[in-house]
């Protein structure tokens, strides 16, 4: 079983930016979609953006034009840029592992999960 660990989360103003990184461990992490997803307080857990093995990526609505999702199989990292921050993204971000490939968007189609890391926007 692959392990996820996130790094890069903090406490930012609204409209300012931050990068998460997701570092795996193993050896075929090229051949996996990753993604990213969040959980609020109260709320379920909600895609955010995803990558494909081949680089195609796939955004949520709420953040298109705002955040961009990117790896680098050779640090077996994935990235997510986050700029333009509002208070309605606090959450905890979660990187996960699709082993279709494809990166969808249900979190039920993930097999490995990072402990997360939180992300506050104050207004």
């Known amino acids: 079983q692959v392990q996820l660990v996130e790094s890069g989360g903090g406490l930012v103003q609204a409209g300012g930016s931050l990068r998460l990184s997701c570092t795996a461990s193993?050896?075929?992490?090229?051949?996996?979609?990753m993604g990213w997803f969040r959980q609020a307080p109260g709320k379920e857990r909600e895609f955010v953006a995803a990558i494909s093995g081949s680089g195609g990526t796939n955004y949520a609505d709420s953040v298109k034009g705002r955040f961009t999702i990117s790896r680098e199989n050779a640090k077996k990292t994935v990235y997510l840029q986050m700029n333009s921050l509002k208070p309605e993204d606090t959450a905890v971000y979660y990187c996960a592992r699709d082993p279709s490939g494809y990166g969808r968007t249900s979190y039920r189609s993930y097999d490995s999960w990072g402990r997360g890391t939180q992300v506050t926007v104050s207004v």
């Open positions: 193993g050896r075929t992490f090229s051949m996996y979609a």
